[in-house]
Every structure is written in C-alpha cells, then in structure tokens.
C-alpha cells in the first residue's frame, strides 16, 4: 500500500519550529507529520527543503532563518553540530539546562507522575570538560588526519579543537598524529581492512594532570617504535603511560583487548571525591569529573549516611560511587556485569585502604535476588543502571528487601520514568525533587538522581 505523505524529496517549504526533540533537532509538522530539522530552535521561523522520507517523519536541512531564537548562540564552528560533538552547541547554556529538566517534566506528564523536578545543575564553564578522548584517524588528502565523524557516517571531518575536551588532551592528539606524520604510520583503512593507526585514544586526571595515550593499532607490529615512543614523550610533556592496544577486528568497536606498555605505567590515577582511582585503558571510567563529583555528592547527601547502614550499589563499575559512600557506611556491597570493572573495583578498594565494600561479579537483577535469598538487608539501595534502565525483576527483589531509601543515578529520563512508576507500585514514592545533573554540556545526555523512599 502506498502511503500519501504530506511532503514529497526536495520540497521547500517554510514554517515556524514547533520544538525540540530529545535529539536536539528542531521539529516542524505538516498535518501532524513531523520534519526534523537539525541546527533550528523552537520559535524560529525558516525555509527548509525536505531531505529524507520515512513513512512515520521526514527529514530536512534549513536553507534560510527568517526569525531567530534568542536562546541562539553563534557557535564558532559549525563542524561541532555536523559530528554530534555538541549536538546543542547552537543553543545558549541556560536554555540547554532548561531543555534538559523539560525532557524529564514531559516524560512524567505522559506518565500521568505529579512529580516535581528542581532546575538542572550546570557547570560554570560548560566546554573543555572531558577527560578523555577517541579519535579517529583516517587519511585526508595523502594526509594521516585526526577529527570526527560526520553524524551517521565514517566520513572523517578534520578538527584539531574538540570544544569539549580537555585542551590538554587536544594538544596530545596533536602532538601524537604529527609523530605518526612523521614516521609515516599509515591510516587504518576500514574497506580494505589495512593500515597501522586506527585510533587515538587520550586520558588524563582531572586533579593528578596523568596523561595516558593509547595507540590503536590493527596489527601488533608498530615500526620506529622507539623513535615514536621517545618522540611522544617529548611531546606530551604529561605523559605517565603510553600504550599500544591492538584491534585486529573488522569492527565498529575502538578497543582491542590485548594491551602492550610501550612506556611508562600501565594505569593512570586520578581522584574522586578524595579516593583515589586506578584506570587501565578499558575500565569505564566517568568522563565529567567536576560534574561526576556532584552527581555522587547528590546522591550522597540523600542517602543520609551516618556510618550506621547497609549500602547495595548496583551497575558500580570501578566501584566510584561504592567507595565514595564506603566511607559513611557500614557495609557496602556492588554488583557489576563486567569482570575486570569488578577487579578494577576490588584493586581501588584495596588501594584506598577501604575494608567495608565487597563486590561481585554478576547481574545486578540476579545478585539481588542472591542477595535476597540469603537474607541481606540493606538501609539503601544505589542503581546506575545503563540507558535500558532496571530490569523488572530488580525492583521485586528491591520490593522484597525492603531498602528504607533508594537512590536512582539515571542516564536516560525514558526508562527513569518508567521504572518510578514499577517502584511505585512496589511500595516506593519520590520523596524530593528529581535531580537532573548536567554531566554532558553541549549535548543531549540527561543525566539525574531520584530519591525514593518506602512507604511504611
Ligand atoms: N556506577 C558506575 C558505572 C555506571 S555505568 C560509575 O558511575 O562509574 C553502568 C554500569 O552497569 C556499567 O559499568 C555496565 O557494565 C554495568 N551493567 C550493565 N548491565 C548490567 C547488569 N545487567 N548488571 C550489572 N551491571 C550491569
């Protein structure tokens, strides 16, 4: 059946942005048919050409701003809305943190939750934020060249200021593709599976200034490898760790899981909270440490630790939140799905000097159940699940334990939503307001901290 749709390819049409979806595109409907237009903010007036047709929505680009949004901000460069570097790069800092509390009010409203919801906390300097970074590297015109990919494609846009990252870890990748100019590594090739250097990978501590560069290579062979070491440590005045990790896989994934010391140490340190943190070149480790700070201390102070109580912190990765809590109280037990996050975990643990957190390797909703059958009791629950959200059967086994608080770290307001209506039934209401906490600016992450508290 042939569906009629309300635009055809190539009409150019005008009309006023109606909104702004969870992916930061304008939107503008046609007999209800909406037309995402990228770089176009609700209340702007623009001719745009459609682009793309699917039977549900269409896409098109703006070809003129006939009125423009005073939440618009001149962004300087217009590559960093093309990659989906900063996907709300054009629209101004309070607007963004607004836009972010506003995807959470909609989600509740649709769910029928009364819930209040207290305005996104921001950072004062909402760029150069990240600590780490993944490059690319491809090559450009004979030339090996480092940037980003266009949204949705492997087409390399060449950039050299990443805008959100760490200016330090910019000037790495810099310093680290010159090196590779200079002693001619090739560029890895995706359609015929060759070349040396696929990608650059660059951390450094927030507070220790450690820098670790990865080398991702697609065979372990790396020719001038002592002329390339010793010339990144020249340049990378930082450097506490160089390492070569090796992909051989035709794959999207960056990493490999074979790693070689070309210098220096195997891990870099770096501090959270006061704890010191070990990361290896695969751990998960949170890329905003001003911001993760915060989101931790929230979640910290609604928890309400006197020393006294029993913790779970459920999806712990490296154990961040587990051994930030650990200090206020008694016991703290963390269940995580990846086994060397787990040893990761136990190895800060250890490091930190910190006897009361024990962690598992396992699923969360399956450990909970363990747990609960082995008759754990624990004061408070922690969950900081990924974007899917929790498991059903978590939040029975939660019911059936009986946490007096349970504090719910969300990277996705969709399934936050929806599993405070299953701890509602459950037992469980929202006793503050729902905190969002900006850990991504310039993009479209919604993160937040939900306080529940059972019902007696
Ligand atoms: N709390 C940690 C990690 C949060 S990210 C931090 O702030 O650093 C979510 C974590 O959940 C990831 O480490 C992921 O590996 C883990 N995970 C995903 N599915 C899981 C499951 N079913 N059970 C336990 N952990 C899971």
């Given at each position: 059946m042939k569906v009629q749709l309300p635009v055809h390819k190539q009409e150019k049409r005008t009309g006023v942005v109606a909104d702004l979806t969870y992916q930061g595109n304008g939107v503008i409907k046609v007999d209800h048919y909406p037309i995402f237009l990228p770089n176009a903010l609700p209340g702007e007036e623009v001719t745009f050409v459609v682009t793309k047709l699917t039977k549900n929505f269409a896409w098109g680009r703006v070809l003129e701003w006939h009125s423009k949004s005073?939440?618009?901000?001149?962004?300087?460069?217009q590559r960093y809305l093309q990659t989906g570097i900063?996907?709300?790069?054009?629209?101004a800092y309070p607007a963004q943190l607004a836009f972010k509390r506003k995807l959470i009010v909609d989600l509740l409203q649709k769910a029928h939750l009364d819930l209040p919801v207290a305005e996104t906390m921001g950072m004062?300097?909402?760029?150069?934020?990240?600590?780490k970074a993944q490059v690319p590297v491809k090559l450009i015109r004979g030339k090996l060249t480092t940037g980003f990919y266009k949204r949705g494609s492997h087409d390399l846009v060449p950039i050299e200021?990443?805008?959100?990252?760490d200016p330090k870890i910019d000037q790495a990748i810099l310093a680290v593709r010159n090196v590779a100019r200079q002693y001619r590594l090739t560029p890895y090739d995706e359609e015929h599976?060759?070349?040396?250097?696929?990608t650059i990978m660059v951390r450094r501590g927030y507070y220790s200034h450690q820098v670790m560069v990865v080398l991702v290579t697609r065979t372990a062979k790396l020719s001038h490898r002592e002329e390339i070491v010793a010339a990144i440590r020249e340049r990378v005045p930082e450097l506490t760790s160089l390492i070569q990790n090796v992909n051989g896989q035709r794959?999207?994934?960056?990493?490999?899981l074979e790693n070689h010391v070309?210098?220096?140490?195997a891990t870099i340190e770096d501090q959270l909270l006061g704890i010191d943190f070990k990361i290896s070149p695969l751990s998960f480790y949170q890329v905003n440490p001003q911001q993760t700070e915060r989101l931790y201390q929230t979640a910290i102070d609604q928890a309400?630790?006197?020393?006294s109580q029993t913790v779970i912190d459920a999806y712990?990765?490296?154990g961040t939140i587990s051994l930030a809590v650990a200090k206020h109280a008694k016991q703290v037990y963390g269940v995580e799905i990846v086994p060397e996050a787990i040893a990761d975990a136990k190895q800060n643990a250890e490091y930190n000097g910190i006897e009361n957190a024990e962690f598992v390797v396992g699923k969360a909703e399956e450990q909970m159940q363990k747990w609960q059958a082995v008759g754990l009791k624990p004061d408070v629950l922690i969950v900081d699940p990924?974007?899917?959200?929790?498991?059903e059967s978590l939040i029975e086994a939660a019911g059936k334990m009986g946490p007096q608080k349970v504090i719910y770290v969300s990277c996705n307001p969709a399934t936050l939503v929806r599993d405070l209506v299953r701890f509602q039934a459950a037992?469980?209401?929202?006793?503050?307001p729902i905190q969002p906490v900006d850990?991504?600016?310039?993009?479209t992450h919604v993160e937040s901290v939900t306080l529940l508290e059972k019902m007696n």
């Open positions: 005073p939440d618009r901000v001149d962004l300087k460069d900063a996907p709300l790069g054009h629209l004062k300097r909402p760029d150069h934020y990240r600590n200021d990443f805008y959100i990252q599976h060759r070349g040396d250097l696929r794959t999207n994934k960056l990493l490999g070309l210098w220096g140490q309400e630790l006197d020393g712990c990765g490296i990924p974007r899917k959200g929790l498991d037992g469980y209401r929202v006793s503050k850990q991504f600016p310039q993009t």
